[in-house]
């Protein structure tokens, strides 16, 4: 079973900085983008950073400058430091994949979802 973890989470003042952290598991044969988005309550699920397997990353505007994404290939993980935190930055953020794994005895393109890490923004 193919699954992604997220750890890193967590209730930040203002101002301040968390590391999430990815790690993809399982019979997978490659990772092509790996990236991470964010929820908070009552608005649709939004694209905050996406990073190619050569290491070309894209950010919401929301968050130039202040995030960064990184990974780390042989270990099939992908990071996101997190700066200069907002109270608008509260929500769950999700990992997530677009992976080649085995399926049956083929191979199989497939998006991945992680189960969410929640991060609080407040004083």
């Known amino acids: 079973q193919v699954q992604l973890v997220e750890s890193g989470g967590g209730l930040v003042q203002p101002g301040g900085s968390l590391r999430l952290s990815c790690a993809a598991s399982g019979s997978i044969l490659r990772i092509y983008s790996m990236g991470w988005y964010r929820q908070a309550p009552g608005q649709q699920r939004e694209l905050v950073t996406v990073i190619t397997s050569d290491g070309s990353a894209n950010y919401a505007d929301s968050v130039k400058g202040r995030f960064i994404i990184s990974r780390d290939n042989a270990k099939n993980t992908v990071f996101l430091q997190m700066n200069s935190l907002k109270p608008d930055d509260t929500a769950a953020y999700y990992c997530?994949?677009?992976?080649?794994?085995?399926?049956?005895?083929?191979?199989?393109?497939?998006?991945?979802w992680g189960q969410g890490t929640q991060v609080t923004v407040s004083s």
């Open positions: 997530n994949a677009d992976i080649l794994r085995i399926r049956g005895i083929l191979p199989a393109r497939e998006e991945l």
